[in-house]
T-cell receptor, first 111, second 114 residues
Framework: EDKVVQSPLSLVVHEGDTVTLNCSYEVTNFRSLLWYKQEKKAPTFLFMLTSSGIEKKSGRLSSILDKKELFSILNITATQTGDSAVYLCAVVTSGTYKYIFGTGTRLKVLA | NAGVTQTPKFQVLKTGQSMTLQCAQDMNHEYMSWYRQDPGMGLRLIHYSVGAGITDQGEVPNGYNVSRSTTEDFPLRLLSAAPSQTSVYFC?????????????FGPGTRLTVL
C-alpha cells in the first residue's frame, strides 16, 4: 500500500529559528513529490520535486528530494510568525492519477 | 480567472439527507479531484477525473458519487448523509495529468452532518 509519512507531527519554535520538516514515502512507481502550505484555508503550492539532489528554493524556503532513500525535506530559515501553518507533503505515482498526502506537520512560530 | 470555486462554503445536514457540493474551474484543466480533510489528518482523495466523461475512485469513495459532464464542473454528491461525513471538503484541479503539475485548490466547504 502506498504511504506518505511526515515528521514531526507538530513543532513549536521561536522567530529566527531554522526548521527542517521531513517527508518519507513508500510508493510504487514514483512520479513526483509536492509540498503545500495550509493556513486556515486551502493548501497553497510550495514546491514540486521530481529529481534527486536538486534543491528548489523560494526565499527562506528550500526543499530537496532523495529518491534512493525515499524522502524529502523542507527547510525554513529565519522563521517568522507568518510561517505558522500545516505543511503537507504529497506523492504522485506514475500510471495512477492520485496524489497521496501525508498527515502534515503543524508548525507554530512564536514571536 | 476565478480559479477553482466551491459552493456552498458551509452546510449543515441531517442524517439521511442528500446534497451536492459544487466545484467549478475556469482554467480549462483536465484533472479534477475531491478531498476530505478531518482534524489532525491530511487530505484523503474521494474521487477524481482525468477529463470530461471519465471519473474514478480514490481512497475513500463510499457514500459519494461524482460525474464530469463538462471540463469546468465536477460536482460531488452525498447520497444519504451520515455523521461520519462531517468534514471539510476541498476540490482541486490541475492542468494535465496528476504529478506533472501542481494542483490548485478551491476554498473548501465545511459540512456538518447532525
Amino acid at each position: 500500500e502506498d504511504k506518505v509519512v511526515q515528521s514531526p507531527l507538530s513543532l513549536v519554535v521561536h522567530e529566527g529559528d531554522t526548521v527542517t520538516l521531513n517527508c518519507s514515502y513508500e510508493v510504487t512507481n514514483f512520479r513526483s513529490l509536492l509540498w503545500y502550505k495550509q493556513e486556515k484555508k486551502a493548501p497553497t503550492f510550495l514546491f514540486m520535486l521530481t529529481s534527486s539532489g536538486i534543491e528548489k528554493k523560494s526565499g527562506r524556503l528550500s526543499s530537496i528530494l532523495d529518491k534512493k532513500e525515499l524522502f524529502s525535506i523542507l527547510n525554513i530559515t529565519a522563521t517568522q510568525t507568518g510561517d505558522s501553518a500545516v505543511y503537507l507533503c504529497a506523492v504522485v505515482t506514475s500510471g495512477t492519477y492520485k496524489y497521496i498526502f501525508g498527515t502534515g506537520t503543524r508548525l507554530k512560530v512564536l514571536a | 480567472n476565478a480559479g477553482v470555486t466551491q459552493t456552498p462554503k458551509f452546510q449543515v445536514l441531517k442524517t439521511g439527507q442528500s446534497m451536492t457540493l459544487q466545484c467549478a474551474q475556469d482554467m480549462n484543466h483536465e484533472y479534477m479531484s475531491w478531498y476530505r480533510q478531518d482534524p489532525g489528518m491530511g487530505l484523503r482523495l474521494i474521487h477524481y477525473s482525468v477529463g470530461a466523461g471519465i471519473t474514478d475512485q480514490g481512497e475513500v469513495p463510499n457514500g459519494y458519487n461524482v460525474s464530469r459532464s463538462t471540463t469546468e464542473d465536477f460536482p460531488l454528491r452525498l447520497l444519504s448523509a451520515a455523521p461520519s461525513q462531517t468534514s471539510v471538503y476541498f476540490c482541486a484541479s490541475s492542468p494535465r495529468l496528476a504529478g506533472y503539475n501542481e494542483q490548485f485548490f478551491g476554498p473548501g466547504t465545511r459540512l456538518t452532518v447532525l
